[in-house]
């Protein structure tokens, strides 16, 4: 109970009958390739993957090679680019597009968003 509250599976006030309304995309949510994503530190998991497998990831100190790798909350905050790896540069052309995808996205957020009522119609 206390490994699934630490994963940050379920809350601290979670019951044992709470563990078996997991899913599997609670569990793939953690999955380190996934946190690398959401942290935009590339454009998409299938990037984070070749990044953690070249050990362009740092957790903390240590560069995990595993894409699978559970991470937990605390291990969440200590995502980074390893100090020798190329991608550390935000000059690099990947960071550069990163940021761009990202921009791009918040757009389109936009874009789609319901336009808002004309006052006093």
Same mark, same amino acid.
């Given at each position: 109970? %206390?490994?699934?509250?630490?994963?940050?599976? $379920?809350?601290?006030?979670?019951? @044992?009958?709470?563990?078996?309304? +997991? =899913?599997?995309?609670?569990?793939?949510?953690?999955?380190?390739?996934?946190?690398?994503?959401?942290?935009?530190?590339?454009?998409?998991?299938?990037?984070?993957? %070749?990044?953690?497998?070249?050990?362009?990831? $740092?957790?903390?100190?240590?560069? @995990?090679?595993?894409?699978?790798? +559970? =991470?937990?909350?605390?291990?969440?905050?200590?995502?980074?680019?390893?100090?020798?790896?190329?991608?550390?540069?935000?000059?690099?052309?990947?960071?550069?597009?990163?940021?761009?995808?990202?921009?791009?996205?918040?757009?389109?957020?936009?874009?789609?968003?319901?336009?808002?009522?004309?006052?006093?119609?």
């Amino acid at each position: 109970m %206390q490994r699934v509250q630490r994963l940050g599976l $379920l809350g601290a006030d979670a019951s @044992i009958d709470s563990i078996l309304g +997991l =899913t599997l995309r609670d569990i793939l949510e953690r999955r380190l390739q996934t946190q690398v994503y959401k942290k935009g530190l590339a454009r998409s998991v299938k990037q984070a993957r %070749q990044f953690i497998v070249h050990k362009h990831i $740092l957790m903390g100190e240590k560069k @995990i090679t595993a894409p699978g790798h +559970l =991470t937990s909350l605390q291990e969440e905050s200590l995502l980074s680019f390893s100090p020798t790896s190329s991608l550390n540069s935000i000059e690099h052309p990947e960071r550069q597009m990163v940021s761009e995808s990202k921009a791009k996205k918040a757009k389109e957020a936009v874009s789609t968003a319901p336009a808002e009522v004309a006052e006093g119609a």
